[in-house]
């Protein structure tokens, strides 16, 4: 039933490490996002794809690498991940257009970079 | 520059009262604002959306206005109850080009009995 649905929810590493976060959307939506959420609750739009195609790549390190096999799935890949990596990623997604569009999000994946 | 913002302090209020919540954005004139609520260790979940020509919308207890001439909206929630303590997040275009919302930093309502 869960419409947008991210694994994990917890994510504990190491600097250095690779990791990935997976997300899904069961509502036939044609966009998806990937947002940062850091500690002092901002939310920021990281990337946005729009029927596999990406629309929005906002300046963030080349580190972070976003891929969508089709379009119910965005994942984001992380390399060489840093202390200031660390946050709350959310995923969302929408019928269409982000700005005249509700965006349903996840329920969001909690990063920690020891 | 800061671009939307939004009581920075947290809003305390009764139960019963009705709590007002400010967005006040610069530099551009967007076409349309969104309103969401985010509860603690949860994604935003969308409450409204107010269009440029619209002045005022409503949603059961819930309503927004729109001033393009002040650019600011006002998210009012009335008979305020403690179930709608949470954080109350705005978000518009900043960009004029309509393929990205940008979120103010919110504001965390707290409703007391």
């Known amino acids: 039933d869960t419409a947008v649905s991210q694994t994990p929810k917890y994510l504990v590493t190491q600097m250095g490490n690779d990791k990935s976060i997976k997300c899904e959307q069961n509502?036939?939506?044609?966009?998806m996002y990937w947002y940062k959420q850091d500690s002092k609750k901002f939310l920021k739009i990281m990337f946005s794809y729009n029927n596999k195609e990406l629309i929005i790549n906002e300046t963030v390190p080349n580190r972070f690498s976003p891929k969508s096999p089709d379009k119910a799935h965005l994942n984001l890949h992380i390399n060489s991940l840093e202390l200031g990596d660390s946050a709350v990623y959310f995923c969302?997604?929408?019928?269409?257009?982000?700005?005249?569009?509700?965006?349903?999000f996840g329920p969001g994946t909690r990063l920690t970079v020891l | 520059s800061q671009k939307i913002e939004q009581n920075s302090e947290a809003l305390n209020i009764q139960e019963g009262k009705t709590a007002t919540l400010t967005c006040n954005y610069t530099?551009?004139?967007?076409?349309?604002l969104q309103w969401y609520r985010q509860d603690p260790g949860r994604g935003p979940v969308f409450l409204l959306l107010i269009r440029e020509n619209e002045k005022e919308k409503r949603k059961e207890r819930l309503k927004v206005t729109f001033d393009t001439t002040l650019k600011q909206s006002l998210f009012h929630i009335t008979a305020s109850q403690p179930a709608d303590s949470a954080t109350y997040l705005c978000a518009l275009d900043v960009t004029g080009g309509g393929n990205k919302l940008t979120f103010g930093t919110g504001t965390q309502l707290k409703v007391e009995l």
């Open positions: 530099n551009y004139s967007p076409a349309y």
């Open positions: 969302a997604s929408s019928p269409g257009g982000p700005v005249t569009d509700t965006q349903y």
């Open positions: 509502l036939g939506h044609d966009t």
